[in-house]
Protein backbone atom coordinates (compact mmCIF):
# COMPACT_ATOMS: atom_id res chain seq x y z
CA UNK A 1 0.00 0.00 0.00
CA UNK A 2 2.85 2.36 0.82
CA UNK A 3 4.67 1.88 -2.49
CA UNK A 4 1.14 2.41 -3.68
CA UNK A 5 1.24 5.76 -2.30
CA UNK A 6 4.67 6.50 -3.50
CA UNK A 7 4.26 5.44 -7.01
CA UNK A 8 0.98 7.96 -7.24
CA UNK A 9 2.59 10.44 -5.73
CA UNK A 10 0.77 10.99 -2.74
CA UNK A 11 3.86 10.68 -0.56
CA UNK A 12 7.63 11.53 -0.85
CA UNK A 13 9.50 7.94 -0.45
CA UNK A 14 12.76 9.42 1.54
CA UNK A 15 10.28 11.88 3.85
CA UNK A 16 7.62 9.26 4.76
CA UNK A 17 10.28 6.12 5.72
CA UNK A 18 11.84 8.63 7.13
CA UNK A 19 9.19 9.11 9.69
CA UNK A 20 8.28 5.05 9.69
CA UNK A 21 12.12 4.57 11.04
CA UNK A 22 11.14 6.96 14.23
CA UNK A 23 8.82 4.34 14.86
CA UNK A 24 9.59 1.44 17.61
CA UNK A 25 8.38 -0.35 20.37
CA UNK A 26 7.33 1.98 22.93
CA UNK A 27 5.76 4.19 19.81
CA UNK A 28 4.73 1.59 17.14
CA UNK A 29 1.68 4.61 15.98
CA UNK A 30 4.11 7.20 15.58
CA UNK A 31 3.56 8.07 11.81
CA UNK A 32 -0.29 7.79 12.41
CA UNK A 33 0.03 10.17 15.37
CA UNK A 34 2.01 12.65 13.15
CA UNK A 35 -0.71 12.38 10.34
CA UNK A 36 -3.38 12.83 12.70
CA UNK A 37 -1.99 16.18 13.95
CA UNK A 38 -1.52 17.46 10.60
CA UNK A 39 -4.70 16.80 9.68
CA UNK A 40 -5.76 18.48 12.77
CA UNK A 41 -4.09 21.66 12.18
CA UNK A 42 -4.80 21.68 8.67
CA UNK A 43 -8.45 22.48 9.93
CA UNK A 44 -7.30 25.52 11.54
CA UNK A 45 -4.89 26.84 8.83
CA UNK A 46 -7.77 26.11 6.25
CA UNK A 47 -10.38 28.06 8.57
CA UNK A 48 -7.85 30.78 7.85
CA UNK A 49 -7.08 30.25 4.93
CA UNK A 50 -10.60 30.94 4.02
CA UNK A 51 -11.34 33.49 6.03
CA UNK A 52 -8.60 35.82 4.29
CA UNK A 53 -10.10 34.40 1.50
CA UNK A 54 -12.63 36.22 1.89
CA UNK A 55 -10.93 39.66 3.29
CA UNK A 56 -12.03 42.84 1.52
CA UNK A 57 -8.94 43.69 0.50
CA UNK A 58 -7.46 40.62 0.23
CA UNK A 59 -4.12 40.44 1.71
CA UNK A 60 -2.04 37.95 -0.13
CA UNK A 61 0.71 38.41 2.27
CA UNK A 62 -0.81 36.86 5.03
CA UNK A 63 -2.44 34.21 2.56
CA UNK A 64 0.54 33.18 1.19
CA UNK A 65 1.86 32.59 4.83
CA UNK A 66 -1.06 30.95 6.20
CA UNK A 67 -0.35 28.69 2.72
CA UNK A 68 3.53 28.79 3.66
CA UNK A 69 3.20 27.10 6.88
CA UNK A 70 0.58 24.41 5.74
CA UNK A 71 3.38 23.51 2.62
CA UNK A 72 5.55 22.89 4.98
CA UNK A 73 3.33 21.17 7.49
CA UNK A 74 2.35 18.68 4.28
CA UNK A 75 6.48 18.45 3.25
CA UNK A 76 7.29 16.97 6.53
CA UNK A 77 4.94 14.33 6.62
CA UNK A 78 5.75 13.61 2.37
CA UNK A 79 2.34 14.96 0.67
CA UNK A 80 4.03 15.54 -1.89
CA UNK A 81 0.57 16.49 -4.18
CA UNK A 82 -0.29 18.83 -1.30
CA UNK A 83 2.63 20.88 -1.53
CA UNK A 84 2.72 21.12 -5.12
CA UNK A 85 -0.93 22.75 -5.11
CA UNK A 86 0.34 24.88 -2.51
CA UNK A 87 3.15 26.41 -4.11
CA UNK A 88 0.54 26.80 -7.23
CA UNK A 89 -1.62 28.55 -4.66
CA UNK A 90 1.39 31.05 -3.41
CA UNK A 91 2.13 31.56 -6.96
CA UNK A 92 -1.33 32.91 -7.69
CA UNK A 93 -0.55 35.00 -4.41
CA UNK A 94 2.58 36.32 -5.51
CA UNK A 95 1.11 37.58 -9.01
CA UNK A 96 -2.06 39.06 -6.79
CA UNK A 97 -4.29 36.90 -8.48
CA UNK A 98 -7.52 36.51 -6.40
CA UNK A 99 -9.57 34.43 -8.70
CA UNK A 100 -6.38 32.15 -9.36
CA UNK A 101 -5.89 31.81 -5.09
CA UNK A 102 -9.73 30.26 -5.09
CA UNK A 103 -9.09 27.80 -7.85
CA UNK A 104 -5.68 26.94 -6.34
CA UNK A 105 -7.05 26.42 -2.86
CA UNK A 106 -10.17 23.78 -4.08
CA UNK A 107 -7.76 21.76 -5.65
CA UNK A 108 -5.02 22.13 -2.20
CA UNK A 109 -7.80 20.89 -0.54
CA UNK A 110 -9.26 18.26 -3.36
CA UNK A 111 -5.54 16.48 -2.52
CA UNK A 112 -5.39 17.19 1.26
CA UNK A 113 -9.15 14.55 1.33
CA UNK A 114 -7.42 12.36 -0.91
CA UNK A 115 -4.41 11.80 0.66
CA UNK A 116 -6.16 11.52 4.05
CA UNK A 117 -8.39 9.22 2.44
CA UNK A 118 -5.38 6.86 1.65
CA UNK A 119 -3.68 7.24 4.20
CA UNK A 120 -6.93 6.25 6.61
CA UNK A 121 -7.38 3.16 4.27
CA UNK A 122 -3.17 2.77 4.60
CA UNK A 123 -3.25 2.67 8.45
CA UNK A 124 -6.33 0.82 8.71
CA UNK A 125 -4.18 -2.22 6.65
CA UNK A 126 -0.73 -1.50 9.53
CA UNK A 127 -3.13 -2.55 12.47
CA UNK A 128 -4.94 -5.31 10.61
CA UNK A 129 -1.25 -6.54 9.59
CA UNK A 130 -0.26 -5.57 13.67
CA UNK A 131 -2.70 -7.47 14.90
CA UNK A 132 -2.55 -10.58 13.07
CA UNK A 133 1.49 -10.97 13.50
CA UNK A 134 0.06 -10.76 17.91
CA UNK A 135 -1.89 -13.82 16.89
Known amino acids: MRSSLIEQHYLDQQQFVQLEDLEDDS ?11 FY ?19 DFSRLDDYMHQFKGSSSSIGAVKVKNECTQFKEFCLAGNAEGC ?3 FQRVKHEHEALKRQLET ?14
Open 122 to 135: YFQLRRQAGMAQRS
Open 40 to 58: KDSARLFQKIDQALHSIPM
Open 27 to 37: NPNFVEEIVTL
Open 102 to 104: FRA
